[in-house]
């Protein structure tokens, strides 16, 4: 490395020899070189960055690079971190000796977020996560560098990495924040402002509620200050709930959403032109998306609260919040060729829930595309003991919809099959391998394909699957 690469990288290097023993006590086993310092640490070898410290764990455990593939990672580690000496007998790099890595990691998170120095913004609810803190992400970049979570680590040690690895005097911060274990990341994270984007039937446990998801979600408030602030969508289910926390936190509440009497109100979308009129604390706003989709123009909506409830104009983000694209299996909009046939891939494959199972129906619905609208579906996990309710729903709201072709895959959809209205043309597949056989022998120029289910569906397999034919 050049000294002048050298020197960027330690421009970003908050972690010193001190600095780490006083967030996680331990002891080098090896002398450190004059004047170490590391950028963070690295659990995930694949998102690894320059002079990052890595955590090594053996193969049967979790939290860390498995030490047999130190030797493949990206970057030479400023340090190893690890809790059985045998793991870094061999290194040729300081290893640093603690009684528990992951402990020691959380320990870092905490102590990153204690030197903080701008706003930090949690971001959670049960769908739209990744999307919002994204989005969040690019506006906020108007005002000075502006992190956001990596890789979708939402849980306690993905968001004790993130932190970690975050530049301590960066003006803007935006986390993913999962329900599990919510309680120790919000008291990690302690937002200056906490987004809530909506509660839905995902995750459930047996003889578990939506209000049993609201109350767990609402904890991210618990690490909160009086007079931080809550950005609330005020049609969420259960908004009782999560506005009760708030008010028993003693936040300034900011409610955003379609109906009267919302703070930042979302007035008008036209699915056609992607065009939004908005106001944003009575400012009236008129802007042109690029994201496709209803959610996608509430998802602005409440960046723009968030924005504005820091003391921003709201204005002054519109070109960066208009040029924001979906994200992979979040939306992504690919124009593929397959096998000849021109092809619109609508890419909502990541994961799915009742609620955003409907939103991706209306976006296909609504397309102005010429073409043959296509719907592709898998199973919803985790509905809890309600689940049949969610699926009639599901098929009710297909019916009314302008969808030409619709593809459901898993045995849950066999069940349904009858509620289908006459004039639908649907096939019921076993599983992913399935629709492939089926979709070749049935493709159409200009298709538009839109591919949504659950992780566990492995839907997502067919978007990388059309996209490895394109490409050949």
């Given at each position: 490395?050049?000294?002048?690469?050298?020197?960027?990288?330690?421009?970003?290097?908050?972690?010193?020899?001190?600095?780490?023993?006083?967030?996680?006590?331990?002891?080098?086993?090896?002398?450190?070189?004059?004047?170490?310092?590391?950028?963070?640490?690295?659990?995930?070898?694949?998102?690894?960055?320059?002079?990052?410290?890595?955590?090594?764990?053996?193969?049967?455990?979790?939290?860390?690079?498995?030490?047999?593939?130190?030797?493949?990672?990206?970057?030479?580690?400023?340090?190893?971190?690890?809790?059985?000496?045998?793991?870094?007998?061999?290194?040729?790099?300081?290893?640093?000796?603690?009684?528990?890595?992951?402990?020691?990691?959380?320990?870092?998170?905490?102590?990153?977020?204690?030197?903080?120095?701008?706003?930090?913004?949690?971001?959670?609810?049960?769908?739209?996560?990744?999307?919002?803190?994204?989005?969040?992400?690019?506006?906020?970049?108007?005002?000075?560098?502006?992190?956001?979570?990596?890789?979708?680590?939402?849980?306690?040690?993905?968001?004790?990495?993130?932190?970690?690895?975050?530049?301590?005097?960066?003006?803007?911060?935006?986390?993913?924040?999962?329900?599990?274990?919510?309680?120790?990341?919000?008291?990690?994270?302690?937002?200056?402002?906490?987004?809530?984007?909506?509660?839905?039937?995902?995750?459930?446990?047996?003889?578990?509620?939506?209000?049993?998801?609201?109350?767990?979600?609402?904890?991210?408030?618990?690490?909160?200050?009086?007079?931080?602030?809550?950005?609330?969508?005020?049609?969420?289910?259960?908004?009782?709930?999560?506005?009760?926390?708030?008010?028993?936190?003693?936040?300034?509440?900011?409610?955003?959403?379609?109906?009267?009497?919302?703070?930042?109100?979302?007035?008008?979308?036209?699915?056609?032109?992607?065009?939004?009129?908005?106001?944003?604390?009575?400012?009236?706003?008129?802007?042109?998306?690029?994201?496709?989709?209803?959610?996608?123009?509430?998802?602005?909506?409440?960046?723009?609260?968030?924005?504005?409830?820091?003391?921003?104009?709201?204005?002054?983000?519109?070109?960066?919040?208009?040029?924001?694209?979906?994200?992979?299996?979040?939306?992504?909009?690919?124009?593929?060729?397959?096998?000849?046939?021109?092809?619109?891939?609508?890419?909502?494959?990541?994961?799915?829930?009742?609620?955003?199972?409907?939103?991706?129906?209306?976006?296909?619905s609504e397309s102005v595309l010429p073409g043959r609208k296509v719907l592709v579906l898998g199973e919803m996990a985790e509905l809890g003991d309600e689940y049949q309710q969610y699926y009639r729903a599901l098929i009710a709201n297909i019916n009314h919809s302008q969808i030409d072709a619709i593809y459901l895959i898993g045995n849950t959809y066999q069940s349904y099959a009858s509620m289908m209205a006459e004039n639908k043309r649907y096939i019921?597949?076993?599983?992913?391998?399935?629709?492939?056989?089926?979709?070749?022998?049935?493709?159409?120029?200009?298709?538009?394909?839109?591919?949504?289910?659950?992780?566990?569906?492995?839907v997502w397999k067919l978007v990388s699957w059309l996209k490895l034919l394109a490409a050949r």
């Open positions: 490395m050049d000294q002048q690469n050298e020197k960027g990288l330690l421009d970003d290097a908050c972690w010193t020899a001190e600095s780490l023993m006083q967030a996680a006590p331990g002891r080098w086993l090896t002398p450190l070189p004059e004047g170490w310092r590391a950028t963070g640490v690295s659990i995930f070898a694949p998102a690894m960055q320059p002079g990052n410290m890595v955590c090594v764990r053996a193969e049967n455990e979790v939290g860390g690079v498995i030490a047999e593939r130190l030797d493949k990672l990206p970057y030479p580690p400023a340090a190893l971190i690890i809790d059985n000496a045998q793991l870094a007998a061999d290194s040729n790099v300081p290893v640093y000796l603690v009684d528990d890595r992951n402990e020691a990691l959380l320990s870092m998170g905490r102590y990153a977020r204690d030197r903080m120095q701008g706003n930090v913004i949690g971001v959670t609810g049960s769908a739209g996560k990744t999307t919002c803190v994204a989005m969040l992400t690019a506006a906020l970049a108007e005002w000075g560098p502006s992190l956001g979570s990596m890789q979708n680590a939402n849980l306690p040690r993905g968001i004790a990495w993130n932190i970690a690895s975050m530049p301590w005097d960066t003006p803007q911060v935006v986390l993913e924040m999962a329900i599990g274990r919510m309680d120790i990341s919000a008291r990690m994270v302690r937002p200056t402002v906490a987004v809530v984007t909506n509660i839905q039937a995902v995750h459930l446990k047996e003889n578990q509620s939506l209000h049993d998801i609201a109350r767990t979600k609402a904890m991210i408030f618990l690490g909160m200050k009086p007079g931080d602030i809550a950005v609330l969508n005020r049609e969420m289910q259960e908004w009782d709930c999560i506005y009760a926390a708030a008010v028993k936190q003693d936040l300034r509440i900011v409610a955003y959403g379609q109906q009267e009497g919302c703070d930042c109100r979302l007035i008008a979308y036209d699915p056609v032109t992607l065009s939004v009129t908005a106001e944003i604390f009575g400012q009236r706003l008129d802007y042109t998306m690029q994201a496709e989709g209803l959610h996608m123009a509430l998802n602005s909506v409440a960046t723009l609260a968030v924005v504005s409830s820091l003391g921003y104009s709201p204005e002054a983000a519109l070109p960066r919040l208009t040029r924001f694209q979906a994200l992979p299996g979040r939306g992504e909009v690919n124009h593929l060729t397959v096998a000849t046939h021109p092809l619109t891939v609508i890419d909502d494959a990541y994961n799915a829930n009742p609620g955003s199972m409907m939103m991706a129906v209306a976006q296909l019921l597949l076993d599983d992913v391998d399935a629709f492939k056989k089926v979709y070749l022998k049935d493709i159409q120029d200009s298709d538009i394909v839109l591919f949504k289910g659950s992780h566990s569906a492995q």
